[in-house]
């Protein structure tokens, strides 16, 4: 088993829907904004730079510790699921 210690997703979707879609999926909140799933551990940064925060783009970045597998699995959904084309 290959474990990362790091796999990490930079998204401008808001923190109340990826969230939801964790939670969704079966993951518990075990602290404030560190969710458990799937033997996987993700936890949600707010980041909050200059240029994000002028232009009031929500911009988190979303640390995934866990089996290589499950955390490349988790990487692929998250993305599809939020796939945007412009709009």
Known sequence: ???YKNLEI??????KEIKKYIEDLGGKE???L???YQNMEIKI????NDISAILGIPRHIINIKG???LAEKFLNDF???FLSAGG
């Open 34 to 36: 560190i969710y458990e």
């Open 30 to 32: 075990k602290s404030k």
């Open 1 to 3: 088993m290959y474990y």
């Open 10 to 15: 930079i998204s401008g979707i808001p923190l």
């Open 67 to 69: 089996d290589r597998t």
């Open 79 to 81: 993305r599809l699921r």
């Open 45 to 48: 940064t707010i980041e909050e």
